[in-house]
């Protein structure tokens, strides 16, 4: 039985067991990342793009796992571990971003996104965005938006369909992050056998489009900091829909 490494949250969890099912076989290993040991600290004081992915990756490089769980978005453009690859991609879930809670002159905004800020405040330049960082899980999202402490937050539709969270949201007319909705199997490269297990889950033209988004991602040198949002749409050609703000 191959061992699957995963972060701890419901949403990591319920990505995990997709990819198992994918799979046909697996069992579950948690894995604390960085990005849950800190829960309320920016995401570039603690490592940047890749402090959901470090630890988890870790633990595939010392054969402590053998196949590592990520959200796509999560990965930075370059895989810096040389033994390590992305093995296979699920079919994409939805991409898109979505706001709940009230809009109006003035409303407080969670999100810690430069690329969803940009966006945002383009899309209501109208009024006066109040732009407040949130960090934590979905249910801690929900929670504080609840409580008041914002206005309106930001998050993306796959988390919410993947946990059947059924609250009233408007779904964004703004361009997604990079490999958002994806899914993403990691391996070694030198485990065929394992590899060959992972293959079977391999969606392929997601696959192909990721590959393209995640090629403008590594070209442009992008981390959390960079405000650029890819979507890949379509297949021969695969059609890049992009923006980049400075």
Known sequence: MIKVGVRGSKLALAYANKAIAAMGQGEIEIIKTDGDLFPDTPIHEIGGKGVFCSAIEYALAQGLIDVAIHSLKDMPGDIEHPDLKIAA???????????????????????????????????????????????????????????????????????????????????????????????????????????????KANHDLTYRQAKLERALLKGIGGDCHTKVAAYATGDNPIKLEAVYYD
């Open 89 to 199: 991609v699920l079919e994409r879930n939805s991409p898109h971003d979505v706001l709940l809670g009230n809009v109006f002159d003035g409303f407080v905004l969670g999100t810690s996104s430069p690329r969803r800020t940009a966006q945002i405040q383009e899309l209501y330049s109208n009024l006066n965005v109040i732009v407040k960082p949130i960090r934590g899980n979905i249910d801690t999202r929900l929670e504080k938006l609840d409580n008041g402490e914002y206005d309106a937050i930001i998050l993306a539709q796959a988390g919410l369909q993947a946990l059947g969270i059924d609250r009233e949201y408007t779904r964004l007319p703004i361009v997604p992050a990079v490999g958002q909705g994806i899914i993403a199997l990691q391996t070694r490269k030198t485990d065929i056998e394992t590899n060959n297990i992972v293959s």
